[in-house]
């Protein structure tokens, strides 16, 4: 029980410190008149990461459960 609710206490606690920040970057794109296309890049950089990292650990596991069942 304590262990959940310290759990639930600290997410709310990062939701409340990162929305304000969100919130002041849309606040800021709109008051400029558009936001940075630098950033498209910059997710599509962070997608494929993603997608590498994760094919390299299915990878690794498959690799360790081939070898278990030899």
Do not use: E, H, R
């Amino acid at each position: 029980m304590k262990k959940s609710l310290l759990l639930v206490l600290f997410s709310l606690i990062a939701v409340a410190i990162s929305a304000p920040v969100a919130l002041a970057d849309q606040a800021a794109a709109a008051a400029t008149g558009g936001g940075s296309k630098g950033v498209y890049g910059l997710v599509a950089l962070g997608a494929g990461l993603g997608i590498g990292f994760a094919a390299l650990g299915t990878g690794i596991g498959q690799g360790i459960a081939a070898n278990g069942a030899l």
